[in-house]
């Protein structure tokens, strides 16, 4: 019944009823102009279908451009995401991938567009090349600011060559002696000299402002100092050369006089390049690549797939308006041919028009007016099958498009795994709420938070798990919240939480509802997890002006929090630049790690009852090029929160044990420092045997000590792994024995050989009498588990003869030997009051 009521009315079943009383010859005229229209139909829909095909493939050409400058994007704000890097060259491929499948289908449909299609190949292969340069570009800083190049190229030399020259100036004349007549010639020096390094300290003051800072009046300001201290500098050259002429310079200083004066001329002469390049736009060469590259690569790239687009929409407009010229003209040929049924003729028509021109002509509309994305859509009222037909096909499209849209707008706002808002997402609302928050003098917060030790989730259970946590994070921070705030996940274990119309008071409240939402255990399939989280506040506008100094200085604050062991901080601003220098130290100690530019000291360890050396304790150092001596502390703290340690403890124990071993001391022991962390890695021991092999040692003469608040963090654990060490032989010792809470059933179980005792009782035991206690009474406990004790920090000759009399095994500290370096050992050996098995020592 269906089928005949669909029947009943289509085109067909109606030209065959009126068709009906007509003559042969209208029916033979009738078939005819059936089959010239369903034809002209096909051929249409054919034409629409492959026409709907390409404009799929130039739409995941505009998709695929707008990725991949979102990726460079991020790429530009963290150029350590090697991700987005590769992001952005895998979304340019695939808009190229989809340019050459565009091309042979445009020879075929619009051979008049193909010169355009070849330009998008040809602008996507530019774009492509730019974008890899930009990247190369963002992640080199000479490249990324070209003045850093010429400072390094012209002017860092001449000031060797000036700082050279000035210094013989000043031996000699203090080699020759300072009368009343030298002593102010002296002082002349002395004062070129200084003006000379203000003159440098303010250059580079000037350099890291033009870097850091968009203060244009300050800029000014500095660069006018350095021209003023340019002009008084050789003011003053110029008089030393007056005196030169009378003759009262000594022979260096009027030979190197014309050097300083040359040296100086070229520095500013490197000084005037200096200034153009900051005074022009390229003193950034990734922005400039941005914006003259990139940035218009993108527009002719969308202008050029919108004109194709236009030009696919006015093809298919001219295939609904050949079809209509072909039923029109089917019609007209019928009609002649049957004047003498005009009535019938008439009615046909007005029927044709109605069930299918009037349909066409407004589907017609509707497509231009998507085309323009107007929602005011009129399609038609009176359908027929084949009308129908094509407005459902039109309607599926749009609400694909309008599906997809929204998805990509979507993707592009929010984390993929959490359904939070992401970084993109975060700044435009932060933008949005400063702007309210300064039309209504109002406050607003944003907090930074980094969950601690997620690391070590992931590392021990697997990222699924990991995955799970985050999830339930981005819930819990959700649910401690107004609907107004907004909770975004940054990446990887960092979240932030914007905070409109709160003042630092009340956020400081929301940080510890958040704190108690997160004292709940996470159940994580079998697991209970604790996840502890550090957050850093900062509030605008009292900490910042801006979006990207809210940002920076919430995260400054948040590490802080995370250094200091603390659930919350709330930045400081003299605690800025620290932050900084310490972000630098971590990616330096990364650098010196794969350079080999670490070192190790040794400090002896003596048997108190013989006085004979026993070993030697490794002690690692780093003498960084800006900062000086790093402490060993600060160093370990850095490689536990940025996951260097195991790497760092490999390389101790290698270098330790090659070092000894090159010594040639008989039976001379090596103590090295292991971590929790080298506990917890799965590969542990067998990288030390093979770093033991390669040494060739014997594990006997390796002393590996883990401090006494590691071994119990996981008791059951540390027995097991350290069981591995005891039965290869290694020698293992309790550190800072007596700093931690060791219980000692687990004590007695631990397969260790010494008990250090830490400095702190050592160095009050003589003044202490609770600190001396301690001391003899873990030295009888030792004795009693069958131990061997080892005291640190033995300052004095008392320290010594007390310890000894005690019955401590062995010792070390400043009265025994300073740490120190390999060969100086060797030679302390030769030359100090200990001896060893062998006094035959070489290097």
């Keep these: ?133 930009l990247l190369e570009v963002r992640v080199n800083p000479t490249q990324q600011y070209p003045s850093l190049e010429v400072a ?80 008084t500098l050789m003011q003053r050259l110029e008089f030393m050369e007056e005196l030169d002429q009378q003759d009262l310079l000594g022979f260096q200083a009027s030979a190197s006089l014309p050097e ?196 070590e989730i992931n590392d021990t259970l697997g990222h699924h798990i990991g995955d799970q946590v985050l999830i339930e994070v981005g819930k819990r921070l959700r649910a401690s919240l107004r609907k107004i705030d907004t909770v975004a996940r940054l990446g990887g274990d960092e979240f932030a939480i914007l905070l409109p119309n709160s003042n630092l008071s009340q956020s400081e409240e929301v940080t510890k509802k958040i704190i108690d939402a997160m004292q709940m255990e996470f159940q994580a399939r079998e697991l209970r997890l604790s996840v502890d989280m550090s ?38 601003p003299e605690k800025d630049e620290y932050s900084l220098v310490r972000l630098e130290l971590i990616n330096d100690l990364k650098e010196a790690l794969g350079n080999d530019d670490l070192f190790l000291h040794y400090q002896p360890l003596v048997d108190l009852s013989c006085d004979r050396l026993y070993g030697v304790e490794a002690l690692l150092r780093w003498e960084h090029p800006q900062y000086g001596n790093i402490p060993a502390e600060q160093i370990i703290s850095m490689a536990e929160q940025t996951g260097l340690m195991n790497r760092l403890t490999y390389w101790v124990l290698n270098r330790a044990l090659q070092e000894v071993s090159a010594l040639h001391i008989p039976m001379l022991c090596v103590a090295v420092n292991i971590s929790v962390y080298n506990l917890r890695e799965t590969q542990f021991v067998e990288q030390v045997r093979e770093i033991l092999h390669d040494s060739g040692l014997a594990p006997q003469r390796v002393i590996l000590e883990i401090t006494e608040s590691a071994m119990m963090s996981n008791p059951l654990h540390a027995i097991e792994i350290l069981g591995e060490l005891d039965r290869m032989g290694f020698r293992l010792a309790v550190d800072d024995f007596g700093t931690g809470f060791s219980s000692l059933a687990y004590l007695k179980e631990l397969p260790v050989d010494e008990l250090k005792i830490d400095r702190s009782f050592i160095a009050n035991m003589t003044e202490d009498s609770s600190d001396d206690m301690i001391v003899r009474s873990t030295i009888e406990l030792a004795h009693n588990l069958n131990l061997r004790v080892v005291a640190e920090g033995i300052e004095t000759l008392e320290h010594y003869q007390l310890l000894s009399r005690y019955g401590c095994d062995f010792g070390q500290g400043y009265h025994i030997q300073k740490p120190c370096a390999a060969k100086q050992l060797v030679e302390w050996v030769d030359h100090g009051p200990y001896y060893t098995s062998s006094q035959e020592v070489n290097v």
């Design 152 to 231: 390094a190229r012209v002017m860092r030399p001449n000031n060797d060559r000036f700082n050279n020259e000035i210094a013989l100036v000043l031996l000699e004349l203090r080699e020759e002696g300072l009368d009343a007549d030298s002593y102010e010639i002296f002082a002349h020096w002395v004062e070129v000299r200084h003006l000379w390094s203000q003159m440098l300290s303010m250059f580079r003051i000037y350099t890291a402002n033009r870097i850091g800072s968009f203060n244009e009046q300050t800029l000014i300001d500095q660069e006018n100092s350095v021209i003023s201290m340019y002009q």
């Design 1 to 133: 019944m269906l089928s005949l009521k669909r029947y009943f009315y289509s085109l067909r079943f109606r030209y065959a009823v009126s068709a009906g009383g007509l003559i042969v010859l209208i029916v033979l005229g009738a078939v005819f102009t059936y089959l010239s229209v369903n034809d002209a139909q096909e051929q249409t829909s054919r034409q629409l279908t492959q026409q709907n095909q390409v404009v799929d493939l130039m739409r995941n050409i505009q998709r695929n451009v707008l990725d991949s400058y979102i990726a460079i994007d991020a790429f530009l704000l963290q150029p350590s995401d090697q991700r987005q890097k590769e992001l952005a060259l895998q979304a340019i491929d695939a808009a190229s991938q989809a340019s050459n499948q565009i091309r042979p289908r445009f020879m075929e449909l619009f051979p008049g567009q193909i010169d355009r299609v070849e330009e998008v190949s040809e602008l996507l292969a530019s774009l492509r090349a730019q974008t890899v340069k």
């Design 260 to 455: 300083m004066i040359q040296a100086l001329r070229n520095w500013y002469g490197g000084f005037i390049q200096v200034r153009e390049i900051h005074a022009g736009d390229g003193w950034r060469l990734d922005s400039k690549i941005m914006r003259d590259k990139i940035v218009p690569l993108l527009n002719r790239i969308s202008e050029l797939l919108a004109d194709l687009e236009s030009a696919l929409q006015t093809a298919a407009d001219s295939n609904v308006s050949k079809l209509s010229e072909s039923i029109s003209r089917q019609i007209y040929i019928l009609a002649f041919s049957t004047l003498t049924f005009l009535v019938v003729l008439v009615s046909m028509f007005v029927a044709t028009n109605r069930l299918v021109f009037t349909p066409i002509a407004q589907i017609v509309r509707a497509l231009k007016s998507e085309s323009f994305a107007k929602k005011s859509l009129v399609l038609p009222k009176i359908r027929s099958n084949e009308t129908e037909a094509l407005i459902d096909a039109f309607q599926e499209m749009s609400e694909r498009i309008q599906r997809r849209q929204n998805d990509l707008e979507y993707q592009a706002l929010h984390d993929a795994l959490s359904g939070l808002p992401n970084r993109t997402l975060l700044q435009e609302r932060i933008e949005y709420y400063i702007q309210l928050a300064q039309r209504d003098q109002k406050q607003l917060s944003l907090l930074m938070i980094d969950l601690d030790r997620f690391k």
């Design 535 to 572: 957050i850093g506040i900062a509030c605008f506008p009292d900490h910042c002006r801006d979006t990207a100094s809210l940002l920076q200085n919430a995260d400054i604050a948040m590490y802080d929090a995370k250094q200091n062991h603390r659930d919350y901080a709330i930045y400081d």
